[in-house]
């Protein structure tokens, strides 16, 4: 795991590139990685690189999205990249540190074939402070979990995940679990820790439920 870095707001560039993405979900100190292959995002990370090392990621309103520039969602999270290593055919690999989520209050004209945007932080800046005890039922959550693993003739590795802390366990869940689009938005826009594990609680319920009746899961 990449020890997540200590980040003053200051630090936070209020101009950055965005990385539209259905599906994937960044948390502060979550870590997801990414492998960059289009041009246009290849341009994106050397440009980051030379400059404040950021990139928001951001989900697209219709997953199923065929133009050039879908509509976004309002909030994403802005990640630092770690790790960053280029390959002989020009693409990349690397990590995106979470940091702090975000809420754009503009796009900006594109300069360049990636997109840009203005990022307001100030309602999000206890990202950066270390969470407080989340008073998440681990008994639930982990009974929640099993039923959703159960369904999908999945298993763990229960010892190992008993000894995570709150906030890991409940970020990786998020992040690594195939929920829809929809409800990894829901995941983001959660207040705090809390709420996020509220939420995780019952799409783990629902998604469950619906895989051991062969229907798919939403959250309205």
Not at 32 to 50: C, G, K, N, T, W
Not at 90 to 97: A, P, V
Not at 195 to 206: C, F, I, N, P, S
Request: glycine letters at 6%.
């Amino acid at each position: 795991m990449i020890t997540p870095p200590v980040v003053a707001v200051d630090t936070l560039s209020a101009t950055i590139p965005v990385f539209p993405l259905s599906g994937a979900l960044l948390l502060p100190r979550g870590e997801l990685p990414l492998h960059i292959f289009e041009q246009r995002y290849r341009d994106m990370v050397r440009d980051s690189a030379s400059s404040h090392g950021l990139i928001g990621m951001i989900q697209p309103v219709d997953p199923e999205w065929t133009v050039e520039r879908p509509d976004l969602y309002g909030i994403g999270c802005v990640g630092r990249m770690a790790g960053l290593r280029e390959s002989d055919d020009g693409r990349y690999y690397l990590t995106l540190i979470g940091l702090c989520r975000y809420k754009i209050i503009e796009e900006l004209p594109m300069a360049n074939d990636y997109r840009e945007v203005i990022a307001d932080y100030d309602g999000f800046l206890p990202d950066l402070d270390p969470p407080p005890p989340s008073g998440t039922d681990r008994e639930a959550l982990f009974s929640a979990l099993k039923n959703y693993l159960d369904a999908r003739d999945l298993d763990t590795d229960w010892a190992q995940i008993n000894d995570v802390e709150d906030e890991t366990l409940i970020n990786a869940l998020a992040m690594m679990c195939p929920f829809d689009p929809r409800e990894k938005q829901a995941l983001v826009e959660a207040p705090g820790l809390a709420e996020r594990a509220d939420v995780l609680m019952a799409l783990l319920k629902m998604s469950g439920l619906a895989a051991s009746r062969e229907a798919p899961s939403s959250i309205q």
